[in-house]
Each structure stands twice: as C-alpha cells, then as structure tokens.
C-alpha cells in the first residue's frame, strides 16, 4: 500500500499520541490538533481511528519487509553478512521507531483488536519466511549449520532488543552510566546490542563463538 507524505505525516503523529496516552486515551481532535490538519483530513484518508491505526501497521511492516527483500538479495554478501545487516537493522529500527514498537507491545499484550492482531501475525510471518530463505542459503553454501529453530532466533533478536530499548534506563543505572549524555548512551547501546546479538547468531548457526 503506497501512503502519501501527508498520510504519513498524519500517522507518525498518531504514534507519538497512541504511545504516550493509549489508543483509547486518544481522540481524533488530538491527532487532527497535534498534526495541524482539519478532523475530515483523518476521515478522508483513514476512513476511523481504527483504521488509522491499522494503516500505521501495515505502512510500518511493509517498509520492514521491503528492507529485508532488498538486504536479502544482495549477491555481493555472504549469508553471514546478511544476518548481520539484518541485526543492526533492527535495532535501528528498534531506536528510531520506539513509539511504534511501544503501541506493538501494548497491541500484542491485550489482543483485543483483532484486524490489528491478524497484521501483527502476518507480518511476522512474511519477516521469518524470508529469514528462513536467507538461512537455508547459508545452509546450502554450508555457512550455516542445519536444524535452526527460526521463530526462537527471531525472538532471541527481537525480544533482546526490545527488551533493552524498553528498560534503557535501567541498564544506565545498573552500569553507572548516568554520566553519558543521551546521545552518547544510544551510540553505546547500539554498539553493544550489535556486537552481544551478533556473537549469539554466530554460535547459533555455525556453532562457532
């Protein structure tokens, strides 16, 4: 689904809103008010909240997916080099997009939406099946080693980082990095996150640390 750049100014608003005060908390005045648009603007585009909400779910995992295509299918990397593109994808993906990834988590917790929670399954489903072609590439080269439990190692990626993007504050206190500007402990993170999730995949399918 192609979103103009007004749609998806208008979608990237609501993010921000339906992180910080809940979808329920927020109306469409706010999103119209905090977007500078006109209410019928919504409408016009989105046809209902609801269905705001499930434009941002699609506009969001349809850039994933294309990404991971366009990464996957590059013939000058090894399958290793791919899975490596692919972790530091995410976690930018996981920094840039903390609204979004916040309203997935509430999402996939409550489960009560069902259209959003049948976008959220394909969604997943479509990413590991394309992480399933790029592993049994390296498992024919002879990269990779057989029998990978694919939805474990996406979780094992997804739910690190997740995890520490959510409670990076945390992790500042408990390594006594308070001194660290913002900037500077994001730069660290990513770094840290990069090289801890990329020695796990590399024991998980080699094998090898």
Do not use: W
Not at 191 to 200: D, M, P, W
């Amino acid at each position: 689904m192609d979103f103009n750049d007004k749609q998806i100014k208008i979608m990237e608003t609501a993010e921000e809103l339906f992180a910080e005060k809940g979808f329920s908390g927020t109306s469409v005045r706010d999103i119209a008010d905090a977007a500078d648009i006109n209410v019928a603007m919504i409408s016009y585009y989105f046809g209902s909240k609801e269905k705001m909400l499930e434009s941002i779910f699609t506009f969001r995992s349809e850039t994933t997916m294309l990404k991971l295509e366009s990464m996957f299918k590059n013939t000058a990397l090894t399958p290793m080099e791919k899975v490596n593109q692919m972790i530091d994808y995410y976690i930018d993906k996981f920094m840039n997009q903390q609204c979004f990834h916040k309203i997935m988590m509430r999402e996939q917790v409550a489960n009560h939406r069902h259209a959003i929670s049948g976008l959220i399954q394909e969604y997943k489903k479509r990413n590991q099946a394309l992480v399933k072609q790029l592993i049994a590439e390296g498992q024919k080269s002879g990269d990779f080693v057989k029998n990978v439990d694919i939805p474990l190692l996406m979780t094992t990626l997804v739910g690190t980082v997740s995890h520490l993007v959510t409670t990076q504050h945390f992790y500042k206190e408990l390594n006594n990095l308070q001194s660290l500007t913002d900037e500077q402990f994001e730069k660290l993170i990513r770094k840290k996150l990069s090289a801890h999730i990329k020695f796990l995949f590399k024991a998980i399918l080699t094998h090898e640390a």
